[in-house]
T-cell receptor, first 119, second 110 residues
Framework: GAVVSQHPSRVICKSGTSVKIECRSLDFQATTMFWYRQFPKQSLMLMATSNEGSKATYEQGVEKDKFLINHASLTLSTLTVTSAHPEDSSFYIC???????????????FGPGTRLTVL | TQLLEQSPQFLSIQEGENLTVYCNSSSVFSSLQWYRQEPGEGPVLLVTVVTGGEVKKLKRLTFQFGDARKDSSLHITAAQPGDTGLYLCAGGRNFNKFYFGSGTKLNVKP
């Protein structure tokens, strides 16, 4: 199997504080993980690509100083929302890419998501 | 601007009906994946297609990748209430980044 976990599942914080979200691949190693955000009744928007041992690649329009990503090991990536504001409230979802081997198709597996509410 | 456009956006049908969801783009993708998402949860992978013209079947679900690898369709036969959910297509480029379609919200009424 391929299981990806996220912690916490829900977090409520005050405006101006920072929040860290963890994404773990439990039964496989992932050199690449992705972070998405999803607003109610909308699709997933890719925020950044997290690469183990190197800097994350951010999508256009995503502030890298606000959304800090660290991929320190092959099974863990973290997203820190710094100085959070109410407009940062959203559903944040990570995925981990599982390498299926040479000639095979890599597949991404998703975590269960983290609901962030900034008051 | 969404890289992948899905249609329809919303679909409400009776149990037993058939339906087709479309995923279209002007870009070529190396692979295309279909997911189903329940409220408050992460997307769950249904299928991956990689070859132009490829057709895959998963019980009552039939997936097709366009010949030019720019579009895909998902056909559900005899829909059931358990099929209710948000269906998302996602295109991959060089197996690096994956971009999601706009989503199709399906409601199957008993």
């Amino acid at each position: 199997g391929a299981v990806v976990s996220q912690h916490p599942s829900r977090v409520i914080c005050k405006s101006g504080t920072s929040v860290k979200i963890e994404c773990r691949s439990l039964d496989f190693q992932a050199t690449t993980m992705f972070w998405y955000r999803q607003f109610p009744k909308q699709s997933l928007m890719l925020m950044a690509t997290s690469n183990e041992g190197s800097k994350a690649t951010y999508e256009q329009g995503v502030e890298k100083d606000k959304f800090l990503i660290n991929h320190a090991s092959l099974t863990l990536s973290t997203l820190t929302v710094t100085s959070a504001h109410p407009e940062d409230s959203s559903f944040y979802i990570c995925s981990a890419r599982k390498n299926s081997g040479v000639g095979s198709t890599d597949t991404q597996y998703f975590g269960p998501g983290t609901r962030l509410t900034v008051l | 601007t969404q890289l992948l456009e899905q249609s329809p956006q919303f679909l409400s049908i009776q149990e037993g009906e058939n339906l087709t969801v479309y995923c279209n783009s002007s870009s070529v993708f190396s692979s295309l994946q279909w997911y189903r998402q329940e409220p408050g949860e992460g997307p769950v992978l249904l299928v991956t297609v990689v070859t132009g013209g490829e057709v895959k079947k998963l019980k009552r679900l039939t997936f097709q990748f366009g010949d030019a690898r720019k579009d895909s369709s998902l056909h559900i036969t005899a829909a059931q209430p358990g099929d209710t959910g948000l269906y998302l297509c996602a295109g991959g480029r060089n197996f690096n980044k994956f971009y999601f379609g706009s989503g199709t919200k399906l409601n199957v009424k008993p």
